[in-house]
């Protein structure tokens, strides 16, 4: 991605495909097919990444992520009782007030966002910048991340205990 | 030596002259070369797959005591190449209750996240698209797009068969890739490195090959890889006796030979990226310039494509509930044993 004129090509393509693709996430009618634009528009996400030069950042969103929505596929196929063409109800009667708190949240972030300046690094980014990462995460981000592990493996056990919970 | 890389700068040098007078942009001649260089890789790859279903029908005969396809050309070798002429003709028989759109996309996808992670395999000195600084785990992101595409094969395809296949091959990679991925981590830690070149150039000769400071990593990665690429004694997923065909069922003509050409190219992926973290990818063993290294590569990929087959023909296949007790009581532990040693190792002797 040398020259520039590629780079905000490839930009627009990709921010194009993320707000396409949400759209289609939220609008779908069929639970599997906004699954599979919702990996659609991850995918795209890590490519914004891969423009900005953030490569460790492109390959851990996909792989998380993208994991993330086959569990998704999955648990929308067995939760659907007919096994197609499951039609989602998509508003009830509380739909003036989400759209007022969606507003709300709207103004908000585009308030933020127009108070915002965003600072551009003129320097490239470090070579091996994973390696900074790692290491940083093992020494001095230690705890914070050891929490998170805990967490999560908090998670998976109370998981586990609610599957097996009426098998006695 | 026989070495491809300069050969290769200077066709494109020579593309890009021409090109550049004729009066094109920068922009327009890098892109240009971007697309030739995807072609040029996929035509590799497609020459690899046919070649290597042709030679999966020979050993497997071989085995089975038969002589395998012997009538197109000698000794049978242009004989994948009329099945292909035939697969393109075939009609596509779309069933009418399917899901279209995703029927439709998921052998396109299955197809391209296999094809994808050849933008980071060095083939041979100088011989690799992208030498990605997280090159590993560009390939692990990617071949996680092997699980969407076969469920939406087996959603898509409404037919029960199609989606027990799907469901159950992706509870096998999902399963499979946690030991896999716990395993490539031995190497990263020896290596300091995700770059899959950085990875190679370490392992100058025999005796600097990974396999030897690594053989627990290598034999979980080697088992788990197996089971990713759906091969036997892991082929549950289109197992022919229960299932009809798994998640092909509903496929025909060309969209079933994407799906087969996914598994072959899945296949040649697993053995290069074994050779390359392990057995010291385009090294020569006998130390630098001793013969070109795309040799020493295709040699070394080829045979561990042989032993994927060689487990194919003479293992029978295992059941579901062994196959997910074996790879989260027996493989997952081992990998975390693995990491452990290769700590309190790089601790003792670094």
């Known amino acids: 991605m040398s020259d520039i004129f590629l780079t905000n090509l490839t930009f627009y393509v990709l921010s194009f495909c993320v707000i396409a693709g949400g759209i289609f996430v939220v609008s779908s009618r069929n639970l599997f097919h906004s699954a599979v634009f919702l990996v659609f528009t991850l995918f795209a996400v890590a490519g914004i990444f891969v423009v900005l030069n953030a490569y460790l950042l492109a390959a851990v969103q996909v792989l998380i992520y993208v994991g993330a929505v086959a569990m998704l596929m999955i648990f929308g196929v067995m939760l659907t009782t007919q096994l197609t063409n499951v039609r989602l109800r998509h508003v009830n009667e509380q739909v003036l007030p989400a759209l007022a708190v969606c507003l709300f949240f709207l103004g908000f972030l585009i308030y933020g966002l127009w108070d915002t300046p965003f600072e551009i690094a003129r320097a490239a980014p470090p ?3 994973s390696y900074k990462i790692g290491t940083l995460l093992m020494t001095r981000y230690v705890l914070p991340f050891e929490v998170v592990s805990v967490l999560l493996l908090a998670a998976l056990i109370g998981a586990v205990v609610i599957a097996k919970r009426d098998r006695s | 030596m026989l070495e491809l890389r300069g050969l290769i700068d200077d066709i494109w040098d020579f593309i890009a002259g021409i090109l550049t007078g ?4 920068q922009w327009a001649v890098e892109l240009f070369g971007y697309a030739v260089l995807a072609v040029v890789m996929f035509g590799f790859v497609a020459v690899v797959v046919l070649f290597l279903i042709w030679w999966e029908r020979k050993v497997s005969a071989k085995m089975q005591d038969r002589l395998g396809p012997m009538r197109v050309g000698w000794h049978g070798v242009i004989q994948t190449v009329a099945d292909a002429l035939k697969l393109l003709q075939k ?3 779309t069933p009418k209750a399917i899901d279209f759109p995703i029927h439709f996309w998921a052998p396109v ?3 391209v996240a296999a094809f994808m992670v050849y933008v980071t395999i060095p083939f ?3 011989l690799i698209v992208s030498d990605l600084s997280v090159g590993i785990l560009y390939i692990i992101a990617i071949t996680t797009f092997t699980v969407i595409g076969l469920l939406m094969a087996g959603w898509g395809s409404n037919n029960k068969y199609s989606l027990l296949g799907g469901f159950r091959s992706a509870a096998q990679v999902i399963s499979y890739e946690v030991p896999l991925t716990l395993a490539l981590l031995g190497v990263i830690m020896i290596a300091q490195s995700l770059s899959l070149g950085t990875i190679v150039a370490q392992q100058s000769n025999l005796f600097k090959w990974y396999v030897w400071r690594q053989p627990l990593g290598f034999a979980i990665f080697w088992v788990a890889a197996t089971a990713e690429c759906n091969r036997t004694p892991f082929d549950l997923p289109e197992a022919d006796s229960e299932l ?3 998640f092909v069922t509903e496929y025909s003509g060309m969209k079933f030979a994407m799906f087969f050409l996914a598994e072959f190219v ?3 992926t697993a053995s290069a990226l074994a050779i390359t973290l392990f057995f010291g990818g385009w090294m020569s063993p006998f130390g630098p310039d001793f013969g070109p290294s795309w040799m020493w590569f295709l040699g070394k990929t080829m045979f561990f494509v042989f032993v994927l087959m060689w487990f194919r023909w003479t293992y029978p ?15 997952l532990p081992l990998a975390f044993l693995n990491i452990l040693l290769t700590g309190i190792g790089i601790y003792i002797f670094d």
């Open chain 2, 124 to 126: 041979g000195e100088g």
């Open chain 2, 244 to 246: 009809v065909a798994g």
């Open chain 2, 109 to 111: 996808i299955t197809f």
């Open chain 2, 317 to 331: 296949r295992l059941r579901v509930d062994q196959l997910m007790g074996f790879a989260w009581k027996v493989l």
């Open chain 1, 127 to 129: 070579p091996d910048i």
């Open chain 2, 22 to 25: 004729l009066g094109l942009p």
């Open chain 2, 91 to 93: 009609e596509d028989i």
């Open chain 2, 266 to 268: 899945n296949m040649f």
